[in-house]
């Protein structure tokens, strides 16, 4: 299931100013096309592709050995690149920008040209302890896993379980260490497009969010996620600035 990186954004002006300024815009080997979210008028929805050598990407997946006898082979027919995709989501409502990856160069890469694009400042989404234990109690009907940072001179402690909250380890964690809570996963109290349930764990320090639903759904669930970043950027006051 994908990771999201959401990021808050600043000096966005209009639906159609993004879509002059992105819509089949070129950047060295990586082009751009956009268009409106035909399921939600708040959004823009983005394509950043661009041609990654197939050697390259071979070798982040398999052992040099595998990954140079593949290689040879699709050299071989002529094979050479592979085109590569990021589908990334402007929303005036939260005012976020979301990008279907992890945090990466590449993903600090199609950031920053967003950025020189539209002429509009993104900065990563950090949430305090205080704001995820708000979140998990106000929209979670499950704790499943939390992550403390330096805990008794541990630099992480993960705890899990069903029913976290009800832990009381969990809880007496929470009331000697209020500001160290950095991630959380729970079962959010959302709407299903497939009456599946999801878990999903947010880390606060990365800005990310992350889907697992055991093999439930087999694409990308963005009425799920357009939800969990609703709740997040309410949380956060977002909506309001």
């Known amino acids: 299931m994908p990771t999201i990186t959401v990021y808050e954004c600043y000096g966005l002006t209009g639906i159609q100013q993004i879509l002059n300024a992105l819509h089949n815009t070129r950047i060295g080997n990586s082009w751009i096309t956009a268009k409106p979210n035909k399921y939600t008028k708040h959004e823009v929805f983005i394509q950043y592709f661009w041609y990654e050598d197939i050697e390259d990407g071979l070798k982040k ?16 027919n002529g094979k ?11 929303n005036f409502l939260t005012k976020t ?9 590449k993903t600090d890469e199609i950031v920053n040209n967003l950025s020189k694009l539209l002429k509009v400042k993104f900065k990563r989404l950090t949430i305090d302890s205080g704001t995820l234990q708000e979140i998990f109690t106000r929209h979670s009907t499950e704790l499943k896993q939390a992550m403390f ?13 069903q029913k976290l909250e009800q832990n009381e380890k969990f809880k007496s964690y929470l009331q000697k260490f209020p500001s160290c809570l950095r991630v959380i996963s729970f079962r959010p109290n959302i709407k299903f497009l497939n009456g599946g349930k999801y878990q999903v764990t947010l880390n606060g320090d990365k800005g990310t ?33």
């Open 97 to 105: 920008l979301e990008v279907y990856r992890g945090p990466d160069k």
């Open 149 to 161: 940072k330096n805990i008794d001179g541990l630099l992480y402690e993960i705890l899990r379980g």
């Open 80 to 90: 050479t690149q592979v085109l590569k995709r990021v589908y990334c989501f402007i």
């Open 209 to 241: 969010v992350k889907l697992s639903s055991n093999g439930l759904f087999q694409w990308r669930p963005r009425f799920e996620i357009r939800q969990i970043v609703f709740l997040i950027a309410a949380t956060l006051g977002l909506l309001s600035h």
């Open 61 to 76: 997946i398999f052992s040099d050995e595998e990954s140079e006898e593949i290689v040879t082979f699709l050299k071989r």
